[in-house]
T-cell receptor
Framework: SQELEQSPQSLIVQEGKNLTINCTSS?????LYWYKQKYGEGLIFLMM?????EEKSHEKITAKLDEKKQQSSLHITASQPSHAGIYLC??????????????FGKGTHLIIQP | DAGVTQSPTHLIKTRGQHVTLRCSPI?????VSWYQQVLGQGPQFIFQ???????GRGNFPDRFSARQFPNYSSELNVNALLLGDSALYLC????????????FGPGTRLTVT
């Protein structure tokens, strides 16, 4: 089974509406990263969360890591066409300090309808 | 400041051939990681290098190898290419390890025919 589950797999939202993407693990996450990717391109760094209960915001995007450090959510307020793309969560799954690289979810495809 | 750069952008190879992909990290970053992303999946970790030493390796066959140079740039080599090696290969750099912000390059699209 996938170590990092993202939901939903795809999302169609009308422009101006709010939306939330979730990232869940059965294991403790030692670092949680959110990236945005346009099809076939590189990943754009959005935010990194490390502490339980931590919340960060950048422009209209807010990400939270729960207290148990097993679930994160990405919330977009008043969505715009520029928010369209694939959102990926990645995580340090092991306490060994990241030498195992990041484990990624399969991504959430976000479409913004005008 | 320039971001992570990768070359080439696209590459087409034949089964059995060898390929070398290159990555230059952000200035001041000492760690480079390589990932493979096949269509419809999230990236999968291949290698991590820090200060020119391999610090981590994912579940990939020995046909995959990498190295990091004194200027912190890196090469990923894949021998005896298979059709299944067709993917987007991504390089990420970070200032240090562990658990520092990782910034990705635009990727190299490898097609094996």
């Amino acid at each position: 089974s996938q170590e990092l589950e993202q939901s939903p797999q795809s999302l169609i939202v009308q422009e101006g509406k709010n939306l939330t993407i979730n990232c869940t693990s059965s294991k403790t996450l030692y670092g949680l990263y959110w990236y945005k990717q346009k099809y076939g391109e590189g990943l754009i760094f959005l935010m990194m969360l490390q502490k339980g209960g931590e919340e960060k915001s950048h422009e209209k995007i807010t990400a939270k890591l729960d207290e148990k450090k097993q679930q994160s959510s990405l919330h977009i307020t008043a969505s715009q066409p520029s928010h369209a793309g694939i959102y990926l969560c990645g995580a340090d799954m092991y306490s060994g300090g990241g030498a195992d690289g990041l484990t990624f979810g399969k991504g959430t495809h976000l479409i913004i309808q005008p | 400041d320039a971001g992570v750069t990768q070359s080439p952008t696209h590459l087409i190879k034949t089964r059995g051939q060898h390929v070398t992909l290159r990555c230059s990290p952000i200035s001041g970053h000492k760690s480079v990681s390589w990932y493979q992303q096949v269509l419809g999946q999230g990236p999968q970790f291949i290698f991590q290098y820090y200060e020119k030493e391999e610090r981590g390796r994912g579940n990939f066959p020995d046909r995959f190898s990498a190295r990091q140079f004194p200027n912190y740039s890196s090469e990923l080599n894949v021998n005896a290419l298979l059709l299944g090696d067709s993917a987007l290969y991504l390089c990420a750099s970070s200032r240090q390890i562990p658990s520092y912000e990782q910034y990705f390059g635009p990727g190299t699209r490898l097609t094996v025919t």
